[in-house]
């Protein structure tokens, strides 16, 4: 019997053979539930299309400007890197860094690697540095963020409306778009295009050198699992060549780290203005809070309730489900073990969405710039928000969900084998242990 590749679910070190499943269905962990792989309905070629249909339309939402404002007869274009040169002209170059990385560049960068290997796979011809792109990719998935900055976009726009007379430019259909296609491609990950490659035999089977007896681990960024020698100390990959760990080193205080200088920051990040807004009338400086009351007061009740929800009840939810996941390690058993699992899918799931306020704050200041009529500006407190996202985010990532399901004693007696442990594979590799649903 030819031997299957091996896949190692990122949540539970389950170790699996990928089977073939049909087109559009998906494979799940059979120990924690979460979703291995899927097999999309859309061939390679079809992905690769949309792949640049998106790079076309970033192209468009970034030189179209994303609305028109007048007031006191001058009249504004604005499109997001003026947007980004006129903050950081501001004085405020966190901000600008922070929106112009998670809403341009990264986004950008990703699109671009994203092309260059769907194009290679397809000429089943992987250039050398095929594994490095990969690397690259798989560090960038976390970070581009540019459904939210079309939210945010939105919510500028209607905050706007009560300041002057905005007309909604082309740039915003094409940030819509964006957002939609981007949404689409984010399922096309660094370890899907290995799998694809593999599949193609254009690289090494995951699985391929794993010899009975030795420890077994899998690497975060293409997969591969592999024999390793130790469960200590960091170990490189022998595909793709990233460094791994069998876990995640002190995972727990890195995360309790994270969590507490989070939970700090969060406090100036509510109490300090997020924006300031010169009128005729005087400087009214506002908070996150404040923002939430004027967009409920200007009639938007839903953006109110969206941006109260990316903006305090997120930030609380994550900071608060991490601090659960943290201390209630101790707990065994195979049903706390999955609902921890789902917990922190859920902290990954909705990682990035409380960086909305901060994209408003950008576009706001970017957008309202009528000197001597009213004028919007990024308060201190944007930023300290921006760095409790990005240190949330980190906190998210620091924790290793695997070592909740080691102290698993269920393990031992069902019979299935784990990444990690000495296995035999003749016995475990009989039993396809992935379930297609
Ligand atoms: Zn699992
Ligand atoms: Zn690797």
Redesign the pocket.
């Known amino acids: 019997m030819t031997r299957r590749s091996l896949i190692a679910?990122p949540?539970?070190?389950?170790l699996h053979q990928r089977i073939p499943i049909a087109k559009g269905a998906s494979a799940a962990?059979l120990?924690?539930?979460?979703v291995l792989y899927r097999q999309s309905a859309l061939p390679l070629k079809g992905w690769l299309a949309l792949t640049l249909a998106a790079l076309i339309v970033f192209a468009m939402a970034n030189y179209f400007p994303i609305a028109t404002l007048a007031a006191n007869g001058r009249q504004i274009n604005a499109t997001l890197p003026n947007a980004l040169i006129l903050t950081w002209q501001q004085g405020r170059p966190l901000v600008a860094l922070m929106t112009g990385l998670f809403g341009f560049a990264l986004p950008l960068t990703q699109l671009l690697f994203l092309f260059w290997a769907m194009h290679a796979i397809i000429l089943q011809r992987l250039p050398a540095d095929f594994h490095w792109g990969m690397r690259v990719l798989h560090v960038l998935s976390s970070w581009c963020m540019v459904p939210v900055l079309l939210l945010g976009i939105l919510v500028a726009i209607v905050k706007l409306s009560g300041l002057a007379q905005v007309e909604p430019g082309p740039g915003l259909w094409a940030f819509g778009v964006l957002a939609v296609l981007l949404t689409a491609l984010s399922r096309v990950t660094a370890q899907r295009l290995w799998r694809m490659a593999e599949d193609d035999g254009l690289v090494s089977q995951s699985g391929a050198d794993v010899e009975p007896g030795r420890i077994v681990a899998a690497c975060h960024s293409c997969g591969n699992v592999q024999s390793i020698a130790s469960v200590s100390g960091s170990y490189s990959c022998g595909r793709c060549g990233a460094n791994n760990y069998f876990r995640k080193p002190d995972s727990v205080s890195r995360t309790w780290a994270f969590v507490i200088t989070a939970g700090v920051l969060y406090i100036p990040a509510n109490i300090l203005p997020v924006m300031r807004i010169r009128m005729p009338t005087g400087v009214t400086a506002h908070t996150i809070l404040g923002g939430v009351i004027e967009l409920w007061r200007l009639g938007s009740w839903d953006l109110a309730l969206i941006v109260f929800v990316a903006s305090v009840v997120v930030p609380m939810t994550k900071l608060f489900a991490l601090a659960v996941l943290l201390m209630q390690r101790q707990w065994k058993g195979v049903a706390i073990a999955r609902q921890r699992?789902r917990l922190y899918e859920l902290v990954e799931f909705i990682g990035q969405w409380s960086m909305l306020d901060v994209f408003v704050v950008l576009l706001l200041s970017a957008m309202a710039n009528f000197p001597g009529l009213s004028q919007v500006t990024a308060g201190p407190g944007a930023a300290s928000f921006g760095i409790v996202v990005v240190l949330t985010m980190f906190a998210a990532m620091s924790y290793d969900p695997r070592q909740g399901?080691d102290a698993d004693p269920g393990r031992e007696s069902s019979g299935l084998q784990f990444c990690g442990r000495p296995m035999g594979l003749d016995q475990s590799l009989d039993n396809p242990a992935t379930q297609a649903v």
């Open positions: 679910c949540h539970c070190a389950q962990c120990r924690c539930g979460y699992t399901w």
